[in-house]
């Protein structure tokens, strides 16, 4: 630095010797040249001396000084240079070292990393033969046991599939296939199958309910008593079934019989409230008596044991008394109050017209969000005010429900339509059923179909498309064998609107629907062509009776008779077939009879006969 310095000095000396001023862009001065030369700005420093050079006048320069100046500079320009590359390239070097051992490090680490990975899966793969080992002893020695597990799996299975192919037949030929089945596959009658064949025969068999259903539903239940004995599941579905037939006799009998038994086996809350709610028809003692012992064997009652008793108390007149009672119980009990004991108590109050305890329960249930109003709520609603013939209200609760967003039932609609039918308010019923055909996305029912086609056939105002629209609607939403008073309605509906075909295309499609026809299945159609006294249609209804084993009524042998005494190429089929009625123990119509007695081959005898 000295020597820069002092080259500087020199080099702006001589500029001013010559030119006799100083330099404008340099300063002369030591913090100058110590920039200039750290920046290395040596083109500058020249570029300033021959700045000055150039503007000397008249003066020569010399050149021994000058040269000797400037390889002075480049010198230590030279020397400066050499001494920085040098050391870029031992920085470089170093840079290069570092990278070298980084890099060395990295495949070092890479290795160590790729050994353990090595490690731990030969370690895997040694634990899995291991444990595929250790399964294949326990498969060896579990064998036997594994294969009795997949046998029962099995065996529940084909259970269940047996199960719900009882629920949905509907004939005992069906019930034989099954049973063929069962046996050959090795299955045993299990409790579930009992209950189903009991359930047959006293609500779904050609019986339903009758001599005949009942006492083969008593073999089934006797089998069943044999062979595996009868648990709760049992003893409450025979209670039910039986109080739906009003069988009294047949309910106290079974009810007295699970009394007597000190352990039964599936003794649940269900089989208490059923019991109770049958119990309570009759005697509030023997209802406590029995919620008293479904508590002393630890079982605790839910919503649903207060809801059967709330809804069995709308029935009685006096009835306070029980009422606080079993709200008593309730809150002893810690059962809380929901949307379905709400909704008994407005079917409560109800019945017994008392609006203002309507009002306070809708109140109670509006504060809380678990008793909240349901579909259920305003169904109750609507049966209160259709029964009380207020139809404005009904329509009122519709729309608000439409504009709240809750879905209507099929029961927001039959609900009305029964009752306004009931009180031959012919005009609501009507309106109530063009609302529902504007609901398609509701699942009808069998009670619904029953209301409409009875409703249709006696309206004078319902045109046959009418009928038509709900026949498909019918045949669109079949989930289940409907009853055949049904189809005996609809068939009734198009006899009624003059569609003859229609009504025998309906007759002959309950195969195809299995449903079993009846008398009145066939009655409607062949009335009709007596009306219209065609005789070759009205005698192939008639002789399709005794296809059927069916026996004519009274009212189709009077027909078939009177029809055929106006043609002359009949009256003798007629007159036979009055004798075989009157043979047959049928009683003819007076009217009738003294039409026969003036034909000459009726015998006078079977006159006085059945005038006796």
């Known amino acids: 630095k000295n020597a820069m310095l002092r080259l500087f000095s020199y080099n702006v000396a001589q500029s001013i010797v010559r030119s006799k001023k100083p330099i404008p862009a340099i300063k002369l001065n030591r913090s100058s040249a110590l920039n200039w030369s750290k920046k290395n700005n040596w083109n500058t420093l020249m570029q300033n001396s021959n700045f000055a050079t150039k503007k000397t006048k008249k003066r020569e320069e010399k050149p021994d000084e000058v040269a000797s100046l400037w390889s002075i500079v480049e010198d230590v320009h030279s020397t400066q240079m050499k001494e920085k590359e040098e050391e870029n390239s031992r920085i470089l070097k170093e840079k290069e070292k570092e990278e070298l051992r980084i890099s060395r490090e990295k495949e070092e680490e890479l290795r160590m990393i790729s050994n353990e990975k090595e490690e731990n899966k030969l370690k895997v793969e040694q634990e899995g033969e291991e444990k595929e080992e250790e399964h294949m002893k326990q498969r060896k020695k579990g064998k036997k046991r594994d294969i009795q597990l997949d046998a029962e799996g099995i065996r529940r299975r084909k259970s269940y599939l047996f199960v719900s192919k009882l629920k949905k037949m509907n004939n005992e030929m069906q019930l034989n296939d099954i049973l063929d089945n069962m046996e050959y596959d090795g299955m045993n009658l299990a409790r579930n199958h009992f209950v189903e064949i009991q359930k047959y025969y006293l609500t779904r068999g050609i019986h339903k309910g009758g001599i005949g259903g009942r006492g083969k539903a008593a073999f089934w239940i006797d089998l069943q008593r044999q062979q595996i004995g009868l648990d709760g599941y049992t003893y409450s579905s025979l209670i039910s079934l039986y109080s739906k037939l009003n069988e009294d006799k047949e309910v106290e009998k079974y009810i007295q019989e699970f009394e007597m038994r000190e352990h039964c086996e599936n003794e649940d809350v269900i089989l208490y409230t059923t019991i109770i709610d049958w119990v309570n028809r009759t005697s509030f003692q023997r209802a406590k008596y029995w919620f008293d012992r479904m508590i002393s064997k630890g079982i605790k009652p839910n919503p649903y044991v207060f809801t059967s008793i709330y809804k069995r108390l709308g029935i009685k007149t006096q009835s306070n008394v029980e009422l606080n009672y079993w709200l008593q119980q309730q809150k002893e009990h810690g059962v809380p109050m929901d949307s ?38 305003y169904n109750t609603l609507l049966r209160f005010f259709s029964d009380s013939k207020k139809d404005e209200e009904c329509d009122r609760i519709l729309d608000y429900m439409i504009r709240n967003d809750i879905q209507p039932t099929i029961g927001t609609f039959s609900t009305p339509i029964d009752s306004a039918i009931r009180s031959n308010e012919y005009d609501t019923a009507r309106k109530w059923i063009k609302k529902l055909a504007t609901f398609t996305n509701i699942k009808m029912d069998e009670f619904t179909f029953f209301l409409i086609f009875r409703f249709l056939s006696a309206d004078i105002t319902a045109t046959i498309e009418d009928v038509k629209n709900w026949k498909h609607r019918l045949e ?56 219209q006294k065609d005789y070759v249609n009205a005698k192939k209804w008639f002789d399709a009776l005794g296809e059927h084993k069916f026996i004519p009524n009274t009212r189709m042998f009077d027909s078939m008779i009177r029809l055929g005494l106006q043609y002359e190429e009949h009256t003798q089929e007629a007159i036979d077939l009055a004798i075989w009625a009157i043979r047959g123990n049928v009683k003819l119509r007076q009217v009738i009879m003294d039409e026969l007695i003036q034909h000459p081959t009726f015998p006078k005898a079977l006159y006085y006969k059945h005038n006796r």
């Open 340 to 377: 379905a004991i709400c909704n008994t108590f407005i079917d409560y109050y109800s019945k017994k017209n008392d609006r203002a305890g309507i009002e306070r329960t809708l109140a109670m249930m509006a504060e809380r969000e678990e008793t909240k109003p349901t579909v259920i709520t």
């Open 476 to 531: 669109y939403e079949r989930t289940k064998v409907l009853s055949t008073a049904v189809y005996n309605w609809l068939i009734l509906c198009f006899v009624t609107k003059g569609e003859l075909k229609e009504a025998e295309d309906v007759l002959y499609s309950l195969k195809t629907v299995s449903v079993e026809p009846n008398l009145k299945s066939y009655e409607p159609i062949m009335q009709a062509y007596c009306n």
